[in-house]
T-cell receptor, first 112, second 114 residues
């Protein structure tokens, strides 16, 4: 049962533009919302994460925006670069069970 | 980083043969996970372990078994490989990294069943 819905499936952005990936979740018991970045031939790597009591978290060019009432969160990549081209997964984490539910991923391509 | 090693990195096998994939970690993490990744399906949990000899099924466990006889090793076995099990398999452990909590993944095993 899909509990984290991610969109879009694929995204093309011009270099220097803003990339936005959206996710929605159903279960309010999640404790934490991480984002993963995956390059071809590699495993997913933890990129940035947010707790549900925080509305925004920024690390460099990457920002998570979190809307608890709407049960939605999004990843914004500012000044997108060709090196950001990768697949991005949003996720929701239950600390108690140490269980993560992943979205289906967004393939991002930044045009040079 | 956790030091997760998956072996082999690539494997081609014939339908009906048994296959075992290995995941090795060096930092005594309790929880370990096996995922498969397929286009359009994202990451799907196969099995996980919460300690030595303690394992449980994930959402796509049919046709797979696991064993964990030592903390550092988590083995995934395809009892009789089928073409539908052609996939990229990832092992993961849970840990915190610079204040962010989540899973750390290995580099994956690309399995082709012919």
């Amino acid at each position: 049962q899909q509990q984290v819905k991610q969109s879009p499936q694929s995204l093309i952005v011009q270099k220097g533009g803003i990339s936005i990936i959206n996710c929605a979740y159903e279960n309010t018991a999640f404790d934490y919302f991480p984002w993963y970045q995956q390059f071809p031939g590699k495993g997913p790597a933890l990129l940035i994460a947010i707790r549900p009591d925080v509305s925004e978290k920024k690390e460099g060019r990457f920002t998570i925006s979190f809307n608890k009432s709407a049960k939605q969160f999004s990843l914004h990549i500012m000044d997108s670069q060709p090196g950001d081209s990768a697949t991005y997964f949003c996720a929701a984490y239950y600390f108690r069970d140490d269980k993560i539910i992943f979205g289906k991923g967004t393939r991002l391509h930044i045009l040079p | 980083d956790a030091g997760i090693t998956q072996s082999p990195r690539h494997k081609v096998t014939e339908t009906g043969t048994p296959v075992t994939l290995r995941c090795h970690q060096t930092e005594n993490h309790r929880y370990m996970y096996w995922y498969r990744q397929d286009p359009g399906h994202g990451l799907r949990l196969i099995h996980y372990s919460y300690g030595v000899k303690d394992t449980d099924k994930g959402e796509v466990s049919d046709g797979y078994s696991v064993s964990r006889s030592k903390t550092e090793d988590f083995l995934l076995t395809l009892e009789s490989a089928t073409s539908s099990q052609t996939s990229v398999y990832f092992c993961a452990i849970s840990e915190s990294h610079q204040g962010n909590y989540g899973y750390t993944f290995g580099s994956g095993t690309r399995l082709t069943v012919v």
